[in-house]
């Protein structure tokens, strides 16, 4: 299957964002406080002409690219975030490839992978688009989208919101789980540790395959000087140190440049206690990064 926006479509979108007046363009800056929405009708008032055509016709294969493009400004680091509607066709293996290969990179800079993909009108694939994504075709993946981007950009309420609802409703464990490590990390971000410990501990334990779930855990139990926690999320890290691999490049380095705020200072006693335990290789890094 290819995913590709035709040089119409895209015109039409195009037009639809850059307008203020336009209800896409309304949504896209509204919080989302009901992430359980029913999908935005064809027949709703007040939509343009642009508006209605590409609802009518063209609402999947928006949304979709919307939500891919949302995904790449995720899977960092970048310096601005950038979009695939004025992109080259791509078929979905290449995309998946090519997805993969961002998410690995390293530095600041844009891979090479990312030099075709071209800057919207509206200026980024940030919530804003997720939003969008999410009143044409909601989904589970789309709202665990925009709960990650408005918690890193700084829009910590409406993250929460979403994803405390999708935490609540899911019926898939993975998403759930995906959920508390955002609502973990909102709490880390506003100084919260006990909390962020219980959120990231309960993803840990819904679906241990969300793999930020048990370092969130792990870290957060270091910060408020639980032992008992940070040796239970050690045991669980330990079991996952193959998988976890990829990742744990990531937590040394936002750990790394973030090194002296207040939020990563771990308690001396928490690092004389921790310091002999025996842990295992991510754990142990982990660790040593913080002390």
């Given at each position: ?41 064809a027949?709703?008032?007040?939509l ?7 609802l009518?016709?063209h ?126 990390t ?54 996952l ?51």
């Amino acid at each position: 299957m290819t995913y590709t926006i035709a040089p119409e479509v895209r015109a039409l979108l195009e037009v639809a964002l850059a307008d203020d007046s336009t209800t896409l363009h309304h949504l896209a800056s509204l919080p989302v406080r009901r992430a359980y929405e029913e999908p935005l009708s064809a027949g709703a008032p007040f939509l343009s002409k642009e508006e209605r055509h590409l609802l009518r016709h063209h609402r999947e294969e928006v949304a979709f690219l919307l939500y891919q493009g949302c995904l790449l400004t995720l899977q960092g680091p970048v310096e601005k975030t950038r979009t695939i509607l004025q992109g080259e066709p791509v078929e979905e293996t290449d995309w998946r490839r090519r997805s993969t290969l961002a998410a690995s990179a390293r530095g600041v800079h844009w891979p090479e992978e990312r030099k075709w993909l071209l800057d919207t009108p509206r200026g980024g694939l940030g919530s804003e688009a997720a939003r969008i994504a999410l009143r044409l075709s909601p989904s589970d993946d789309v709202r665990h989208v925009l709960a990650s981007l408005c918690c890193i950009e700084g829009q910590i309420q409406e993250s929460l919101d979403v994803a405390g609802e999708l935490a609540h409703r899911s019926p898939s464990p993975g998403h759930r789980a995906a959920a508390w490590t955002v609502v973990g990390t909102c709490h880390h971000i506003v100084g919260d540790h006990a909390s962020s410990l219980e959120h990231n501990r309960t993803a840990a334990r819904i679906d241990e395959r969300v793999l930020p779930a048990a370092a969130n855990w792990f870290l957060q139990s270091l910060l408020v000087g639980n032992v008992d926690q940070a040796l239970a999320a050690a045991e669980q890290l330990s079991e996952l140190e193959e998988a976890l691999a990829p990742i744990r490049e990531r937590y040394l380095l936002a750990i790394q440049a973030d090194r002296n705020a207040a939020h990563w200072n771990l308690p001396h006693p928490m690092k004389e206690r921790v310091r002999n335990e025996r842990l295992g290789t991510v754990a142990r890094s982990l660790f040593d990064a913080l002390v």
